[in-house]
T-cell receptor, first 114, second 112 residues
């Protein structure tokens, strides 16, 4: 089946630290991959995406590269800010998906300390 | 531009009471609509999705139901709430066959 596994949180870092949140997936075929972010008290919003192998999605200083050989889509940022504190969800959409379902991981809560 | 409205923002209900959460989308036609629940330690779980009026697919058996009486209206209901129904409920929409989901601001439901 299709599934997403991401690292358990919470992750606590100091401001300007380097961030990595791991995400691996299981899917038939070649899915599209996403990172969504949920700021406190809000719904989710799309942060970045990649639709094929070796694509790199990027936005707001965050990056993730679609690695087909390791079935991974790790989220990285070189220097985090307090405003990056949020819950981050890795997600996939199977390629041959008639019903447009997107499957989410459990989320990783990120705390950035000033 | 498209917008999604979800209400109420917070709700406290006693066990055994009914539930109705409403979600509407503006500025688009024939969207795919979704209800997700976010419970502590369990991440984001897809509850229902709909590709058209009256077409509802349920992902997990539960105490909840969904209806789509109009093209851009999606309602989540329960006849009798359970303690385990507590959580953060999110409505979302997407353009059919497009990949990006647009989420509402969520409803925090506490069943006491």
């Amino acid at each position: 089946g299709n599934s997403v596994t991401q690292m358990e949180g919470p992750v606590t870092l100091s401001e300007e630290a380097f961030l990595t949140i791991n995400c691996t997936y299981t899917a038939t075929g070649y899915p599209s991959l996403f990172w969504y972010v949920q700021y406190p008290g809000e719904g989710l919003q799309l942060l970045l995406k990649a639709t094929k192998a070796d694509d790199k999605g990027s936005n707001k200083g965050f990056e993730a590269t679609y690695r087909k050989e390791t079935t991974s889509f790790h989220l990285e940022k070189g220097s985090v800010q307090v405003s990056d504190s949020a819950v981050y969800f890795c997600a996939l959409r199977p390629r041959w998906n008639r019903d447009d379902k997107i499957i989410f991981g459990k989320g990783t809560r990120l705390h950035i300390l000033p | 531009s498209q917008t999604i409205h979800q209400w109420p923002a917070t709700l406290v209900q006693p066990v055994g009471s009914p539930l109705s959460l409403e979600c509407t989308v503006e500025g688009t036609s024939n969207p795919n609509l979704y209800w997700y629940r976010q419970a502590a330690g369990r991440g984001l779980q897809l509850l229902f999705y709909s590709v058209g009026i009256g077409q509802i697919s349920s992902e997990v058996p539960q105490n909840l139901s969904a209806s789509r009486p109009q093209d851009r209206q999606f309602i989540l209901s329960s006849k009798k709430l359970l303690l385990s129904d507590s959580g953060f409920y999110l409505c979302a929409w997407s353009v059919p066959r497009r990949e990006k989901l647009f989420f509402g601001s969520g409803t925090q439901l506490s069943v006491l």
